[in-house]
């Protein structure tokens, strides 16, 4: 361990040693700025921009450009970065993460990198832990930037799509991280390319670092909705249902369980809902509804596929006749199918788009952050995200006084303890921050010191806001606060009159967080700028850390334990064993963290192929894609194709009415039969299905001039990707769900799930090419009639 830290400071050191000399050369600046005036240091800012345009690289010009910085900020808000900050900005305009102790000033620091890069005018992004943080940098920090004549925005939720395109258009973009991600998400979901907002992501810094990209990276960003699908329509639907008749309304395939409608069917359905054509894109839900109803109908059968239990559907497995509680049909099925049994309309929840924090920051063309506490997570910030921890040292000496835990056998003890402490330090005057780890303990805390006469404040905010002006006044002489070990982060305590010369603010931690890095933050928030200050630990045996732990390794600890009189555990060595638990939670963390990344790390890949395909649509001409549509349903027909003619089954057994089948629907004209198929080898078969392609393809291209054909199609595409990727994340989930069972079977988990999610991929793709081309051509054929002969 002493190693680890001696090799942690050293390299620090060294970077340290490296980027003073920078400093020194940012300092040399200071005094010729001095003396320019408002507009001349304004100027600097176009000859900085000319200056990359003519070759200069963000290196060439960063100590200069630094310079402005500083010396605008003494202007605009009185304020002068120090050489610390000055060291911190270098680290983040190198990719890096500058680990700065708390009240260094670091919202400071990124006003030097962020208007560096800004220069490029690329888009950077300034992320914080809070709205009310983004908000608060924005209005202050954003004064520099706009003095230099940069342009600052504002992202926050509250935003519309209009108001977020000009947020993320300005030079500098202050937001929070969750926000970023999911205008991401939602970008990938637009029907027109001009609705996105975000441009390519290039450079973020990210303010408390560990918190955004360590601690809240267990849970992936989803945007899910209700499915659409309304519980009338599906009843309604159901009763139509009840009165077609096959042959006339519909025809079933038996080779290939596929049920389609006939024209009488689309008739109904139109007269039903007094709609012109039921393949129009704008009833594509509508359509869905009753393709989904009809096989609920025709396909799905009672005591086969699923049976009625507790006026619910239960699915069965086919291979084991078991049924298969807890697992629902997907796409509004399930939904279709209660309404044809008249049971009740169980609503859906539909995954529509989904990443994790760590895949949507890695996508960043530069990242860096800053925080107080990253070094515990050194190695996980290395290897997860290519970022390297340089530890800044402070401005001023740190004065702060950070005594030994106090670990007590029970509560009880504990609490006492924590009484006296802060009685004791009551008496003096000086203030007393009370750092706890829920609401609920921070209450029963509240009734004891009720209890013994001392006035206090509990910091149980509604808003962030609230907390930053309640969390300000913790360092007033006598003030007694009780606060949650997060709240107010970001926001310094400024010692009140007096206090220095008491000691300062003294910390008394309640509890051991699970994370070691946490206990640093609540330490941190006393001795600020060389300020006196003083923090202690006081726990129990029967806090949640510990009551949490393993069982037999807690019963070990237990049989050695020896106290005082009054309940503190004096050996063996606390400090030793609340390490070693700690060290334990966040190591299962870590693995969370790590099994969470490794299984979407495929599907990250996975979104990025169905993300590319939506843009090239979004961006193309109307003409353009017909010919999409052509290679679509090329692709789809040549997997029909291996899907029949499978070359490990004689070739007379091949089934080739199911070709014939599912080609039949796609093909105009179609001039084969399943006769002239029969006994053919796979490659006699494409080439005789290829020269149907090619009197289709002509056929399809010769409509690419129909503007209004084209904005169908193009809708056409969108709807039918859309529905099939939000049908495949279901899946993935299911498997993601039960993935941890392989282990038992002596499987690679990860591997296991690789392969599946592979081929559930290249189902999905042949389920777009197979959904465009089969609706799509139905949609022609309603509209157009092509003679045999036209080709």
């Given at each position: 361990?002493?190693?680890?830290v001696?090799?942690?400071?050293?390299d620090?050191?060294?970077?340290?040693k490296?980027?003073?000399?920078?400093?020194?050369?940012?300092?040399?600046?200071?005094k010729?700025?001095?003396s320019?005036?408002?507009?001349?240091?304004r100027?600097?800012?176009?000859?900085f921009?000319?200056?990359?345009?003519?070759?200069?690289?963000?290196?060439?010009?960063?100590t200069?450009?630094?310079?402005?910085?500083?010396e605008?900020?003494k202007?605009?808000?009185?304020?002068?970065?120090?050489?610390?900050?000055l060291?911190g900005?270098?680290?983040?305009?190198?990719g890096n993460?500058?680990?700065?102790?708390?009240?260094?000033?670091?919202?400071?620091v990124?006003?030097?990198?962020?208007y560096l890069?800004?220069?490029?005018n690329?888009?950077?992004?300034?992320?914080?832990?809070?709205e009310?943080?983004?908000?608060?940098?924005?209005?202050?920090?954003?004064?520099i930037?706009?003095?230099?004549?940069?342009?600052?925005?504002?992202?926050?939720?509250?935003?519309p799509p209009?108001?977020?395109k000009e947020?993320y258009?300005?030079?500098?973009?202050?937001?929070t991280?969750?926000?970023f991600g999911?205008?991401?998400?939602?970008?990938?979901?637009?029907?027109?390319?001009?609705?996105?907002?975000?441009?390519?992501?290039?450079y973020?810094?990210?303010d408390e670092?560990d918190?955004?990209?360590?601690?809240?990276?267990?849970?992936?960003?989803?945007i899910?909705?209700?499915s659409?699908?309304?519980?009338?329509?599906?009843?309604i639907?159901a009763?139509?249902?009840?009165?077609f008749?096959?042959?006339?309304?519909?025809?079933?395939?038996?080779?290939?369980k596929?049920?389609?409608?006939?024209?009488?069917?689309?008739?109904?359905?139109?007269?039903?809902?007094?709609?012109?054509?039921?393949?129009?894109?704008?009833?594509?839900?509508?359509?869905?509804?009753?393709?989904?109803?009809?096989?609920?109908f025709?396909?799905?059968?009672n005591?086969?596929?699923y049976?009625?239990k507790?006026?619910?559907?239960?699915?069965?497995?086919?291979?084991?006749?078991?049924?298969m509680?807890?697992?629902?049909?997907?796409?509004?099925?399930?939904?279709?199918?209660?309404?044809?049994?008249?049971?009740?309309?169980?609503?859906?929840?539909?995954?529509?788009?989904?990443?994790?924090?760590?895949?949507y920051?890695?996508m960043?063309?530069?990242?860096?952050?800053?925080?107080g506490?990253?070094?515990?997570?050194?190695?996980?910030?290395?290897?997860?995200?290519?970022?390297?921890?340089v530890?800044?040292?402070?401005n001023?000496?740190?004065?702060r006084?950070?005594?030994d835990?106090?670990?007590y056998?029970?509560?009880?003890?504990?609490i006492?303890?924590?009484?006296?402490?802060?009685?004791s330090m009551?008496?003096?005057?000086?203030?007393v921050?009370i750092?706890?780890?829920?609401?609920?303990?921070?209450?029963?805390?509240s009734?004891?010191?009720k209890?013994?006469?001392?006035?206090?404040?509990i910091?149980?905010?509604?808003?962030?806001?609230?907390?930053?002006?309640i969390?300000?006044r913790?360092?007033?002489?006598?003030?007694?606060?009780?606060?949650?070990?997060?709240?107010?982060?970001?926001t310094?305590i400024?010692?009140?009159?007096g206090?220095?010369?008491?000691?300062?603010?003294?910390?008394?931690?309640?509890?051991?967080?699970?994370?070691?890095?946490?206990?640093m933050?609540?330490?941190?928030?006393?001795g600020?700028?060389?300020?006196?200050?003083?923090?202690i630990?006081?726990?129990?045996?029967?806090?949640?850390?510990?009551?949490?732990?393993d069982?037999?390794?807690?019963?070990?600890?237990?049989?050695?334990?020896?106290?005082?009189?009054?309940?503190l555990?004096?050996?063996?060595?606390?400090?030793?064993?609340?390490?070693?638990?700690q060290?334990?939670?966040e190591?299962?963390?870590?693995?969370?963290?790590?099994h969470?990344?490794?299984?979407?790390n495929?599907?990250?890949?996975?979104?990025?192929?169905?993300?590319?395909?939506?843009?090239?649509?979004?961006?193309?001409e109307?003409?353009?894609?017909?010919?999409e549509?052509?290679?679509?349903?090329?692709?789809?027909?040549?997997?029909?194709?291996?899907?029949?003619?499978?070359?490990?089954?004689?070739?007379g057994?091949?089934?080739t009415?199911?070709?014939?089948?599912?080609?039949?629907?796609?093909?105009?004209?179609f001039?084969?039969?399943?006769e002239?198929?029969?006994?053919?080898?796979?490659?006699?078969?494409?080439?005789?299905?290829?020269?149907d392609?090619?009197?289709?393809?002509?056929?399809?291209?010769s409509?690419?001039n129909?503007e209004?054909?084209?904005?169908?199609?193009?809708?056409f595409?969108?709807q039918?990707?859309?529905?099939?990727?939000?049908?495949?994340?279901?899946?993935?989930?299911?498997?993601?769900?039960?993935?941890?069972?392989?282990?038992y079977?002596?499987?690679?988990?990860?591997?296991?799930?690789?392969?599946e999610?592979?081929?559930?991929?290249d189902?999905?793709?042949?389920?777009?090419?197979?959904?465009?081309?089969?609706?799509?051509?139905e949609?022609?054929?309603?509209?157009?009639q092509?003679?045999?002969?036209?080709?």
């Amino acid at each position: 361990m002493l190693t680890k830290v001696k090799m942690l400071f050293s390299d620090s050191s060294r970077e340290i040693k490296r980027l003073s000399k920078l400093v020194q050369k940012i300092n040399e600046f200071e005094k010729e700025f001095v003396s320019l005036s408002d507009e001349e240091l304004r100027n600097k800012t176009h000859l900085f921009i000319e200056d990359l345009q003519n070759g200069k690289t963000l290196d060439d010009i960063k100590t200069e450009a630094f310079a402005v910085v500083r010396e605008a900020s003494k202007r605009v808000l009185g304020m002068r970065h120090f050489d610390v900050q000055l060291l911190g900005g270098l680290v983040l305009h190198e990719g890096n993460i500058a680990e700065m102790q708390t009240g260094e000033g670091k919202t400071l620091v990124a006003t030097l990198p962020s208007y560096l890069h800004a220069l490029e005018n690329k888009g950077v992004h300034v992320i914080t832990a809070n709205e009310y943080l983004a908000r608060r940098d924005y209005e202050k920090m954003g004064k520099i930037h706009e003095f230099l004549g940069l342009k600052v925005g504002l992202n926050i939720s509250q935003i519309p799509p209009s108001g977020k395109k000009e947020a993320y258009a300005a030079h500098i973009t202050y937001g929070t991280g969750n926000e970023f991600g999911f205008d991401y998400l939602r970008d990938n979901m637009v029907h027109d390319f001009s609705q996105k907002v975000q441009r390519p992501l290039n450079y973020a810094i990210v303010d408390e670092i560990d918190s955004i990209l360590i601690d809240e990276a267990r849970t992936p960003l989803i945007i899910a909705n209700k499915s659409s699908h309304g519980a009338e329509l599906f009843y309604i639907s159901a009763e139509i249902m009840r009165g077609f008749k096959a042959d006339v309304d519909y025809e079933l395939f038996s080779e290939t369980k596929q049920v389609y409608l006939k024209d009488e069917g689309a008739n109904k359905i139109e007269r039903a809902f007094g709609i012109d054509n039921l393949y129009d894109a704008e009833h594509q839900d509508l359509l869905h509804n009753i393709t989904q109803s009809l096989k609920a109908f025709v396909v799905m059968k009672n005591d086969v596929d699923y049976i009625v239990k507790d006026k619910k559907i239960v699915l069965i497995d086919k291979f084991t006749g078991r049924i298969m509680e807890g697992r629902s049909f997907s796409e509004g099925l399930h939904q279709a199918i209660e309404a044809k049994e008249g049971l009740p309309i169980s609503e859906e929840n539909e995954t529509q788009a989904s990443i994790t924090i760590q895949n949507y920051f890695r996508m960043y063309k530069k990242l860096a952050g800053m925080t107080g506490s990253a070094t515990p997570s050194k190695e996980e910030f290395r290897d997860t995200y290519d970022l390297n921890v340089v530890s800044i040292p402070p401005n001023k000496t740190v004065q702060r006084i950070d005594q030994d835990e106090l670990f007590y056998i029970n509560k009880e003890a504990k609490i006492n303890r924590i009484l006296e402490e802060v009685e004791s330090m009551h008496k003096m005057g000086r203030p007393v921050l009370i750092g706890t780890t829920s609401i609920e303990q921070s209450e029963t805390l509240s009734g004891y010191l009720k209890k013994r006469g001392i006035k206090h404040e509990i910091l149980n905010a509604k808003t962030e806001e609230d907390e930053a002006n309640i969390i300000i006044r913790a360092g007033q002489k006598g003030k007694v606060m009780l606060a949650t070990n997060m709240a107010g982060r970001g926001t310094d305590i400024t010692l009140g009159e007096g206090v220095k010369e008491l000691g300062g603010l003294h910390i008394i931690g309640t509890e051991r967080h699970e994370s070691f890095r946490i206990d640093m933050q609540l330490r941190g928030r006393a001795g600020r700028q060389g300020d006196p200050g003083s923090t202690i630990f006081i726990i129990s045996k029967e806090d949640d850390l510990f009551i949490h732990y393993d069982k037999d390794e807690m019963e070990k600890y237990e049989k050695k334990i020896k106290t005082d009189e009054t309940g503190l555990i004096t050996s063996p060595d606390p400090s030793k064993f609340v390490f070693k638990v700690q060290e334990t939670v966040e190591y299962a963390h870590h693995s969370s963290r790590s099994h969470l990344l490794k299984l979407d790390n495929v599907l990250d890949s996975q979104s990025k192929v169905i993300y590319s395909m939506r843009d090239r649509l979004l961006k193309a001409e109307m003409s353009e894609t017909f010919p999409e549509l052509a290679d679509y349903i090329k692709n789809y027909t040549l997997k029909v194709i291996e899907k029949y003619c499978i070359e490990t089954i004689p070739t007379g057994e091949w089934n080739t009415k199911g070709l014939f089948e599912e080609l039949g629907f796609v093909f105009i004209n179609f001039t084969l039969t399943p006769e002239i198929l029969e006994d053919k080898s796979r490659e006699e078969i494409t080439e005789l299905v290829l020269r149907d392609y090619e009197k289709l393809e002509k056929q399809i291209l010769s409509l690419q001039n129909d503007e209004e054909l084209g904005k169908q199609l193009k809708m056409f595409m969108l709807q039918v990707i859309d529905t099939n990727w939000i049908q495949h994340l279901d899946l993935m989930t299911q498997i993601k769900d039960g993935i941890h069972l392989r282990g038992y079977g002596q499987e690679d988990p990860y591997r296991t799930f690789e392969k599946e999610a592979v081929g559930e991929f290249d189902q999905l793709l042949f389920e777009i090419q197979s959904g465009v081309s089969v609706r799509f051509i139905e949609y022609i054929k309603s509209q157009y009639q092509f003679e045999p002969d036209t080709f």
